[in-house]
């Protein structure tokens, strides 16, 4: 069979769109260069390798990402299939033993009869065949200045931060304990308790740390969604425990009462052998890092399995590149897809490669698309690229902001959410019953 699509990055989006592709009888190519070309946040060569937390954040419907995820599961997508089948627990909130996760997604593309994985690096823009990038914000530096030169514009960025690893069995648990916040769901993440006098001198050991500092000409961007714990003390005394140092909801047993603040740790892997530091994304340099979060109670003789890091993340002014349909807006025939395009998120990124994935069948078959309803999830991340303003475009995380609102007001925000998802979800299923997209 002639292979008709080719597919640039093995990322979530890129294996996304690669398997939703192939599952509708059309061959697929998928280029990914690691592990002969690393990047400097991924550690193996393994297709969606999870490259910061290990959590896909939260499972209910009265928050957006939730809703995305139950999208995904009614369009049987191969990402969600690999995170529910290696969940670990979390609390509200879906995470997933990393490695096995991406074992799952690896093996699932190694073995579909139709997609040809190559383990090369792609440095210049196939103009022959249909084309979806979905390298991500690591895209190597030969692909990115093609992409640039192709566009006209200058990348944007913002620099992202990853959080460290603690070994299980170095953690103490004479100090720490185990529970979630508020009691919902069982006893899923371990919590390291400080009195005002520990917080206030960690808040101070955070802020006059040696970071690692970006060369001269570089503007340092963050994230909002992931800033660095470090620029975030800075910030203002108080402002980790109103924030990822929150304790409310998580009294200690040992005295009935909530601690001054809280670190908190989420297993990662599935044996419960590492646990991530929720939150503690950082910036400061290796040796700052083992003095100052050995200072956590609990952590005095942590070993580490990972330590933080800071990386930079490029992204396209999709507004200004691509239209309604990602694709570039004067090669039909050229699509992006991911991070790269502006959405931030494991999830919005697997969900910008399943759409990638369908308008490319579309196009393949000489056949319309029929886009998800601008009410779904799927629909309102589909229009976020195209739509906000290129002047000031910025990565964003699906959201409630991004969907039409109701017909009638409903003055509580939680009813009102579940009104969204609700509505959401009940015009999902007329859009496939309509495209029979989940239909194998």
Known sequence: MTTQILIIGGGLAGTEAAWQIAQRGLAVELFEMRPKRMTPAHHGGQLGELVCSNSLRGTGMHNAVGLLKEELRCC?????????????????????????????????????????LHRQEITEIPGDRLVIIASGPLTSETLAAEIAALTGQEHLYFYDAIAPIVEADSIDRDLVYAASRYGRGGADYLNCPFDKEQYLDFVEALCKAEKVEPRKFEKVVHFEGCMPIEALAERGEMTLAFGPMKPVGLPDPRTGHDPYAVVQLRQDDRHANLYNLVGFQTKLTYPEQRRIFRTIPGLADATFARLGSMHRNTFINAPACLNQFLQFKDKPKLLFAGQITGVEGYVESAASGFLAGLISVALCNGTAFLPPPSTTALGALLNYPATASAENYQPMNITYGLFPPLEQRIRKRRDRRQALADRALQDLQSWLSRTAIASR
């Open 76 to 116: 049987n997508s191969l990402f969600i299939e690999a995170a529910d089948a290696h969940a670990v627990p979390a609390g509200g909130a879906l995470a997933v033993d990393r490695d096995d996760f991406a074992d799952h997604l690896s093996r699932a593309i190694e073995e579909h009869p139709l997609i040809t």
